[in-house]
């Protein structure tokens, strides 16, 4: 998995509540259980003029010169809510949204994100919209950066905001660690409990 530590780029708003897993990516849009060939389907229900279609839709922030190459998304209020998919967050990651800060998650969501590296960051609505207008008068060059070594974001207009994150989730995107690396790093404590269970019921380790 690839490692998170500090991420400095264009941050896009999209300050809508309750935005669900079918709205990031349509099901239409899942065409394969790969991670690969998913970026064009993101938002595809807001981000084209047509269901199925491409041209895009020119009101759609995404969409919008000012926001391109967006690499940190900020967004309302129960983030990622319906569906369990997982495609709705290889979908951001492909597009290259690896940060998404909101007042909640889905807690599904949240913990698919760190799972592929994302990095989710709660903050209040407030906040969180004090940081989409300290960024818009010109979002190229007025970048936020998203340090999770230091849990700060940082920007323009003296932006320093502190954020929180459960350690194990902190360790897991700062090493590029998934479920199963965290497991292994138990191997010893494992492999000592197998000996012993061996010796206390041999009958279950027979081939």
Not at 51 to 70: C, D, H, K, T, W
Request: hydrophobic share 45%; charged share 25%.
């Amino acid at each position: 998995m690839r490692k998170f530590d500090v991420l400095t780029g264009v941050a896009v708003p999209l300050l809508r509540a309750n935005v669900d897993t079918d709205a990031i990516i349509p099901s239409r849009e899942m065409k394969s259980v790969s991670k690969r060939g998913l970026a064009d389907g993101l938002f595809a229900g807001w981000r084209y003029t047509a269901i199925g279609g491409r041209e895009p839709n020119a009101e759609f922030v995404l969409n919008q010169p000012a926001y391109a190459g967006a690499r940190i998304l900020l967004a309302g209020e129960n983030f990622g809510c319906g569906s369990s998919r997982e495609h709705a967050v290889w979908a951001l990651d492909e597009y290259g949204i690896h940060a998404v800060v909101a007042p909640s998650f889905a807690p599904i969501f949240q913990g698919n994100c760190v799972r592929n590296g994302i990095l989710p960051v709660r903050l209040d609505a407030a906040t969180v919209a004090r940081l989409a207008a300290v960024v818009a008068p010109d979002p190229q060059r007025r970048l936020l950066t998203v340090d999770l070594v230091r849990q700060q974001i940082t920007g323009p207009d003296d932006i320093d905001l502190p954020f929180a994150i459960e350690p194990e989730a902190r360790e897991m995107l700062l090493e590029g660690l998934d479920a199963i690396d965290l497991t292994l790093r138990h191997r010893d404590a494992i492999e000592a409990f197998r000996g012993r269970d061996r010796g206390r019921r041999p009958w279950i380790y027979l081939s």
